[in-house]
């Protein structure tokens, strides 16, 4: 069975200080991890995933996680926020060969303060 | 290219009816999924198509909910019967052949009166 924790519903910031947003996993299986993003009215967007190459991830925007096997965590980081950066962010899981349904996390709203 | 789409994009109808979203998924590719995002949750998995075949139809809530994809391309998802606790936004994604990447419509919203 897989899961997804989100830790927190929603995360403000002010404008060009760090973002932060966690997920945590649970698989039997070894996972791929995602993070998407959604803006209001707008569809799922890709922002990175990970699927075992390296640990630290880089994506699109200036957001990077890294995945720490040991602490079963895929945070998601960028050093400096935009106000562009204001959606909702959500942590999926999914096997690596089978079935790829994604497993969504509830979502994390990240406000960003000017 | 083009991407996913969906139609409609709203949908608004009475309690009891019969309902059918449609989603065009990528040209070529084989895997094809639906979700299903209630209000303030993460979309959660209904289906999954690989060519005209579901392949996992286990995350279907109950029988009113039934999806065809009788040429390998487009999908159409129905819904009969329908009640105030359908309304959601509904996702499509499709994805090629053996990749775990989804590509997202942008969703069909449906709101049952």
């Known amino acids: 069975a897989q899961s997804v924790t989100q830790l927190d519903s929603h995360v403000s910031v002010s404008e060009g200080t760090p973002v932060l947003l966690r997920c945590n996993y649970s698989s039997s299986y070894s996972p791929s991890l995602f993070w998407y993003v959604q803006h209001p009215n707008k569809g799922l967007q890709l922002l990175l995933k990970?699927?075992?190459?390296?640990?630290l991830v880089k994506g699109i925007n200036g957001f990077e996680a890294e995945f720490k096997k040991s602490e079963t965590s895929f945070h998601l980081t960028k050093p400096s926020a935009h106000m562009s950066d204001a959606a909702e962010y959500f942590c999926?899981?999914?096997?690596?060969?089978?079935?790829?349904?994604?497993?969504f996390g509830t979502g994390t709203r990240l406000k960003v303060l000017a | 290219g083009a991407g996913v789409s969906q139609t409609p994009s709203n949908k608004v109808t009475e309690k009891g009816k019969y309902v059918e979203l449609r989603c065009d998924p990528i040209s070529g590719h084989t895997a094809l999924y639906w979700y299903r995002q209630s209000l303030g949750q993460g979309p959660e998995f209904l289906i999954y198509?690989?060519?005209?075949?579901?392949?996992?139809d286990s995350g279907l809530p109950n029988d009113r909910f039934f999806a065809v994809r009788p040429e390998g391309s487009v999908s159409t998802l129905k819904i009969q019967r329908t009640e105030r606790g359908d309304s959601a936004v509904y996702l499509c994604a499709s994805s090629p052949a053996g990749s775990d990447e989804q590509f997202f419509g942008p969703g069909t919203r449906l709101t049952v009166l």
């Open positions: 990970y699927t075992s190459a390296a640990t």
């Open positions: 198509f690989q060519g005209t075949g579901a392949a996992d």
């Open positions: 999926v899981v999914t096997r690596t060969s089978g079935t790829y349904k994604y497993i």
